[in-house]
């Protein structure tokens, strides 16, 4: 969503690195760029005229001129900048003191309401609540029988007494007031703590749509009124906001499709017009793809820092803490890390959702921004197919994987044979670095590591690698200090005394090739 205006901000940036001091010139410069950067990524002009003046402000004041590296002053007070204009701190939902916390979505139509209502609720379940899903969307065509759907993938019961209409040349029947109140007052009877009511859309703003909200509103008396904003709307973000927000009056802003190639201008216009937080983020068309907007990780990522909290977070999340012992274990046993193992990673890694989404959470200085967007999806599938085409030995010793094997699994896979290679010397590589790790070593190439072993001043002996697994340390203390030492000079260990072939046994005549 944000890549031309990260892309943007980050070149403007490179231009001040290694400066001991900014000039007025160089601010002004800056400031230019900045704002050019934002009007092209549709923010509203109100919004970049303000964000501007206080950079520009703060920049020549002396938190600037005193600072001992200026460039990187600068991209600290744009950093809390952005963090304020996109509402400054994460804003969490106000739970009523008195179950049911209800809560009403409000939108335009194809905003994707019906479906972040199914996310929402799946979210509220995973922290332990038992929400329920009202059906209020009687006018488009299978909305009620879309929220069903949703209702059933997220495991969260729907109320809709009411089907709605099935195609666009029927009128609507229903009403969807009624239908709002008794779905609060089922929830009550079922004890459901939290009410998510999905309310009808227009394809633009309208009397009748703005009466039928403030309508459901007074008859529901909701906790909180989340207005649904399709963050590829661009400059009509702010107009749309605003006349819901005089109408309805909303609570609190959720943004959907931040998937999309869109410029991004809606999600720093919304908040800082309408004085309403950005609550929540949608980032695809799956449930899962749900997540709390928190504006300082948003304003990383725009800025190319990464957002590596939000990572930590979903690891956390998805990543099964029993797997993560047992590979633990096993690297402080420096057992080898095999196929097995790494297609088990792989499942886990697979389970915090997209490798793009994941990587693109990552610095910007570890992977490049055309690096990312190249990234194939479907190469994980590729590998994965590769591995589970090998043999159970295979995956444990995969050493023993001559020319006629990997053609064998290269047909299983349905890939080229110059696919398993490549994949077998990666996967060489970081059984390698694995070993490199487990016996105390760095990995060669990263700061402090070592290319390989290096003598020492004195006669270069090798230390003893160092182990986390005491018992073994004992053990292979105990098999060095019983080692027999071979004598200097034997050439199969047998000392310094003359070799006799006859003990070896050989054909008749084969001595005078001996020497004998």
């Known amino acids: 969503m944000f890549n031309s205006l990260s892309d943007r901000l980050t070149s403007t940036f490179k231009n001040l690195r290694g400066k001991g001091r900014l000039t007025e010139a160089d601010i002004d410069g800056t400031v230019r760029e900045i704002r050019r950067a934002l009007?092209?990524?549709?923010?509203?002009?109100?919004?970049?005229?303000?964000?501007?003046?206080?950079?520009?402000?703060?920049?020549l004041g002396e938190e600037v001129s005193a600072s001992l590296n200026p460039g990187q002053q600068i991209v600290k007070i744009v950093n809390e900048e952005l963090v304020g204009i996109l509402g400054g701190e994460t804003r969490r939902l106000n739970l009523a003191k008195v179950a049911p916390t209800v809560i009403m979505l409000a939108g335009l139509q194809g905003a994707g309401k019906t479906t972040l209502a199914g996310k929402l609720a799946k979210h509220l379940k995973a922290q332990g609540h038992t929400p329920l899903l009202v059906a209020c969307d009687l006018q488009r065509p299978n909305a009620v029988k879309q929220l069903q759907v949703n209702g059933e993938r997220a495991g969260v019961p729907v109320y809709a007494p009411h089907p709605g209409v099935s195609s666009e040349f029927e009128s609507a029947t229903g009403d969807p007031v009624a239908v709002a109140r008794d779905g609060v007052a089922e929830a009550k009877t079922k004890l459901h703590d939290v009410v998510i009511v999905d309310t009808a859309g227009r394809l633009g703003i309208d009397a009748e749509m703005m009466q039928q909200a403030a309508d459901i509103r007074a008859a529901i008396n909701p906790d909180e009124v989340l207005f649904v904003i399709d963050a590829m709307i661009g400059q009509?973000?702010?107009?749309?906001?605003?006349?819901?927000?005089?109408?309805?009056?909303v609570t609190g802003v959720v943004l959907t499709k931040l998937d999309g190639d869109a410029r991004g201008g809606a999600a720093l216009s919304v908040a800082s017009v309408t004085g309403k937080p950005v609550m929540y983020a949608s980032t695809g068309e799956n449930l899962d793809d749900f997540e709390i907007f928190h504006p300082d990780r948003m304003a990383s990522r725009i800025l190319d820092m990464g957002d590596i909290l939000t990572l930590?977070?979903?690891?956390?999340?998805?990543?099964?803490?029993?797997?993560?012992?047992?590979?633990a274990k096993k690297f402080a046993d420096r057992e080898d890390f095999t196929l097995d193992d790494f297609l088990a990673q792989m499942a886990q890694i697979r389970k915090m959702g997209s490798m793009k989404k994941i990587l693109g959470m990552m610095p910007g200085s570890q992977i490049s921004r055309q690096q990312l967007e190249q990234f194939d999806e479907s190469q994980m599938d590729r590998i994965e197919a590769i591995v589970r085409s090998m043999t159970p030995h295979e995956r444990v010793a995969p050493k023993i994987i001559n020319g006629s094997r990997r053609a064998r699994i290269a047909k299983g896979s349905g890939v080229h044979v110059s696919e398993v290679n490549s994949m077998l010397e990666r996967f060489g590589e970081a059984q390698k670095m694995?070993?490199?790790?487990?016996?105390?070593?760095?990995?060669?190439?990263?700061?402090?590591?070592?290319?390989?072993?290096?003598?020492?001043?004195?006669?270069?002996?090798?230390?003893p690698a160092k182990f986390g697994n005491p018992a073994k340390a004992a053990q292979l203390a105990a098999a060095e200090a019983n080692k027999v030492k071979t004598p200097s000079g034997a050439a199969f260990g047998a000392g310094n005394k003359d070799f006799d072939p006859s003990e070896l046994n050989l054909p008749k005549g084969f001595e005078k090739f001996l020497g004998k």
Request: cysteine-free; glycine content about 16%; overall charge positive.
């Open 236 to 249: 009509d973000a702010v107009n749309t906001a605003q006349a819901f927000n005089d109408g309805v009056g």
């Open 39 to 59: 009007l092209d990524a549709d923010v509203a002009v109100t919004v970049v005229r303000a964000f501007v003046a206080h950079v520009k402000e703060r920049a």
């Open 434 to 463: 694995m070993k490199k790790l487990a016996s105390g070593g760095a990995i060669p190439g990263m700061p402090g590591g070592r290319g390989g072993a290096k003598k020492g001043a004195k006669g270069g002996k090798k230390k």
């Open 312 to 327: 930590i977070e979903q690891a956390e999340q998805n990543w099964d803490k029993g797997e993560a012992e047992r590979m």
